[in-house]
């Protein structure tokens, strides 16, 4: 079994910068792939970015430029910094790991971009 427990949601004005930590325990391989997602209100959960054991990132359009994906392999840790946020930001993010075709969810964290 695999556990993700994410950190570093909340509050923050237009144009602020939050960074998301997810970390995972139990039986994680050697490779996989790690990344967030995020479901607003009344819409579907979509990927905000991914990234591969190989250090491969993949971001979504709406974010490129403003946020970042990272992994420490050492801690089994992601995480995501997220500058220049938006409105439009506002979700609950959710941490993802996929190996052996299997994916596995964190809790969420919200996320809410407000002045």
């Known amino acids: 079994q695999v556990q993700l427990v994410e950190s570093g949601g909340g509050l923050v004005q237009p144009g602020g910068s939050l960074r998301l930590s997810c970390a995972a325990s139990g039986s994680i391989f050697r490779i996989n792939t790690m990344g967030w997602y995020r479901q607003a209100p009344g819409k579907q959960r979509d990927l905000v970015a991914s990234?591969?054991?190989?250090?491969?990132?993949n971001y979504v359009d709406s974010v490129k430029g403003r946020f970042t994906i990272a992994r420490d392999d050492a801690k089994n840790t992601v995480y995501l910094q997220m500058n220049s946020l938006k409105p439009e930001d506002t979700a609950v993010y959710y941490c993802n790991l996929l190996q052996w075709l299997t994916n596995y969810w964190g809790q969420g964290t919200q996320v809410t971009v407000s002045a």
């Open positions: 990234i591969t054991t190989g250090g491969v990132t």
